[in-house]
């Protein structure tokens, strides 16, 4: 199990209205917390596993199909929502 630090879990961040539809607002500061971080910062993703080469080829094909939009098909939907159908009946 992973823990986080005090300082990994930001929250919770309140606003206005105006503020969570992104016009420019400040978030409203109330006295009943820590102070509102606006800013977050990520930790770099885990290592890759020794041994498993990244497929360069197959991300570049992949890259393109999603920037031209051909890379969701109706047959790979069919698929995924049978398997997903597959899980839900075998947890029942």
Known sequence: MHEHGPDELVG?????????RGMGAQPENHDDGPP???????????PKKAGTPIRRELV?????????????????????????????????
Do not use: F, M, N
């Open 12 to 20: 919770p961040l309140r606003g206005s209205t105006a503020w969570w």
């Open 36 to 46: 509102i971080q606006t800013k977050t910062t990520r930790k770099p993703c885990a």
């Open 60 to 92: 570049e094909r992949i890259r393109g199909e999603i920037a031209a939009g051909t890379y969701d098909t109706e047959e790979k939907w069919d698929a995924a929502l049978d398997r997903l159908l597959d899980r839900l009946e075998v947890d029942d």
